[in-house]
């Protein structure tokens, strides 16, 4: 019965939507717990989401099973001045919904089996064709101008306890993303793209690949806590429709990324915990490369996204006011990957994003069931730079987001 809730969680977890851009598009947080503490969970060990955050913390979670969705609004909009594209739109799309999963099982005192299922994305945009009150996007094409990024990723866990204090794990990734791309047709010629039947309007283009994350905890004393992760480079299967768009023909790996972290139980009561994160988006051409170079898209090192590599800082609190409440708050603080001079091609994934703000509680029912809520507020943020064709101008991209997740989760 547990193996079919699993698999059916999972199934739809495959199934839907996902669109999440805040620390770059990685998620500001995996789990609604981490959710309501500004993401921090690195040394938490309160939820069956090891797999994306320490797998060596499902050592400590128990027999437990948590799902949830959240509600994800990202507000995105963009304005050029460039001769005849010339004026501001905004995207369409506002309302995603994100589903989280985790599940673990201590197959022995020592050690935990378990799966977490989650979800990257945000190079989601859809802006209409309305500049002059006719038929051409922002991007110079016509019709409708938008990308769409989704990611899910499913890592299963295996986590040992070292001794009663440490513990140590490890989650193969498999991968699976989804992308398409239209209105770009401005490029689709053998001056920019070295493939330009293979840029725009090819409908969605699927692949997968592997990495592994790993992770140590340790419980220092009985009130403090660390904890590291480090998720190697997920190799993935190029994009061939698109393979006139992203660098390498196609290729669009997901970035390596590590965190480290620490909890602190100031009191019985009260949980203070912070995260330090990195991303290497520079890593991955696609991503990475300046949308400058002086190259075909498509190409090796051809242009990317002009991403750098970001450092992300995740702060939170979470006291427990009596046996039914818990009440959390929480910060996220990152780097912008975007420079301005890359912000012409970013239109189409503007993920500026630098701060957030986050509340959440659990309440514990009676049969021990613990429901779990968490709000985030990410501030508008704006990035200006010179146009990157010859002809000049000014391009302007800005966002900001609110989300709100509800998680139920039980021991068994």
């Known amino acids: 019965m547990r ?66 969705a959240t509600i994800f609004s990202p507000r995105r909009s963009a304005s050029r001045s460039l001769g005849v594209i010339n004026g501001p739109s905004d995207s369409n799309s506002n309302y995603f919904v994100i589903p989280e999963l985790g599940y673990n099982h201590m197959i022995q005192p020592n050690l935990a089996l378990g799966v977490t299922v989650y979800g990257n994305g945000g190079m989601n945009t859809n802006y209409p064709a309305n500049l002059g009150g006719g038929t051409t996007n922002l991007m110079g094409g016509s019709g409708k101008l938008g990308v769409n990024l989704m990611q899910l990723i499913v890592a299963p866990t295996l986590a040992f306890k070292l001794n009663a204090t440490n513990s140590i794990g490890i989650a193969p990734l498999l991968g699976y993303q989804r992308f398409e791309a239209y209105g770009l047709q401005q490029f689709a010629n053998a001056t920019y793209s070295q493939s330009p039947n293979n840029l725009t309007n090819k409908g969605w283009d699927d692949s997968t690949g592997i990495g592994v994350r790993v992770g140590y905890l340790g419980r220092l004393t009985p009130t403090f806590s660390i904890g590291v992760s480090y998720a190697t480079k997920m190799r993935m299967t190029k994009f061939n429709k698109y393979s006139g768009l992203f660098a390498d023909g196609g290729l669009f790996d997901i970035p390596e990324n590590y965190s480290a972290g620490v909890a602190w139980k100031a009191t019985p009561d009260l949980t203070l915990a912070a995260d330090y994160q990195r991303i290497n988006y520079g890593g991955v051409s696609s991503i990475g490369n300046p949308s400058t170079n002086m190259a075909q898209f498509g190409s090796v090192g051809g242009p990317g996204f002009g991403w750098k590599n970001i450092n992300v800082w995740k702060f939170g609190g979470e006291y427990r006011y009596d046996k039914q409440w818990t009440f959390r708050a929480g910060y996220n603080h990152s780097d912008n990957p975007i420079q301005s001079r890359d912000v012409a091609l970013n239109i189409l ?43 000049g101008g000014t391009d302007t991209i800005t966002m900001y987001q609110n989300s709100i997740g509800i998680s139920y989760g039980w021991k068994m």
Request: aromatic residues 8%; negative net charge.
């Open 349 to 391: 994934a503007p993920g500026v994003i630098q701060d957030h703000l986050t509340l959440g509680a659990t309440y514990t029912l009676p049969s021990g069931g613990e429901l779990t809520m968490a709000y985030m507020h990410a501030f508008q943020n704006t990035v200006t730079g010179p146009d990157s064709t010859p002809f």
């Open 3 to 68: 193996r079919t809730r699993l698999a059916v969680a999972i199934s739809l977890m495959a199934a839907a939507g996902m669109a999440h851009a805040t620390d770059g598009y990685f998620s500001d947080a995996y789990g609604m717990k981490a959710a309501g503490m500004g993401g921090a969970a690195t040394a938490m060990t309160e939820d069956a989401m090891g797999g994306a955050n320490n797998p060596a913390s499902m050592a400590f979670v128990g027999d437990r099973f948590d799902v949830g």
